[in-house]
């Protein structure tokens, strides 16, 4: 991130929370199915973990599950080692009615539900740049950019590992990775001008 920010580089790296962030993929869990090969469904987690919150890095806000907003207990705690964060909680007033809060709190008698966010982008003088990457990502033109990836890496990746058939490296060591990697990127090149290249020849 500090390189492409010095080198004025407009790159595009999503953290591991883009598609929670992004509204379009709030039901996205319901629709996933099983990729193993003896199709065993997912099995539905009994309690909301942490990721099941949703932070916005915008307002500092997080949201549960059931769409009601937590307020800030504690906007700087600190855990067993170390590591610094913002504790939330819920209101008891919706916590006690909620419809969900079997699958939230573990104890019947528990009255609201506490999340720690912990600012894992935000460790040192160099989380900045993780920062702007993220409020880049959750802006409309960064989630129109990032789109176009499926059209433009994604079939690259495709082509290479299905169709030529680099599935994985065969060889060890990073000169010798470097080279094959090189080998099959120029077989693909010469495929798409063998197949493409002739149309622009006439």
């Known amino acids: ?43 539905e987690k009994r309690y909301f973990t942490p990721s099941d919150f949703i932070y916005n890095e915008s307002d500092g806000t997080l949201t549960c599950p059931a769409g009601n907003k937590l307020y800030v207990k504690n906007r700087n705690f600190v855990g067993t080692r170390g590591e610094k ?16 809060r079997k699958k939230c709190l573990r104890s019947p008698k528990s009255q609201f539900r506490q999340v720690v966010i912990f600012d894992e982008s935000g460790k040192g003088p160099k989380g900045r740049f993780t920062k702007q990457m993220i409020e880049k990502f959750d802006s409309a033109l960064g989630r129109f950019i990032y789109s176009r990836r499926m059209g433009t890496v994604e079939p690259v990746f495709a082509t290479i590992c ?14 010798k990775v470097d080279t094959q990697w090189k080998l099959f990127s120029m077989v693909h090149n010469i495929f798409k001008i063998w197949r493409y290249g002739a149309s622009y020849a006439y």
């Not at 913002?86 to 909620?98: D, L």
Request: charged share 35%.
């Open 162 to 175: 299905r169709r030529i058939g680099l599935d994985r490296f065969t060889l060890r060591g990073r000169a």
């Open 85 to 100: 964060g913002i504790a939330y909680a819920g209101w008891k007033t919706k916590c006690r009615v909620c419809e969900i």
């Open 1 to 43: 991130m500090q390189m492409l920010a010095e080198e004025k580089i407009d790159g595009y790296v999503a953290d591991n929370q883009f598609r929670k962030r992004d509204p379009k993929f709030a039901s996205a869990d319901r629709h996933k199915k099983s990729i193993d090969r003896n199709h065993t469904p997912i099995k």
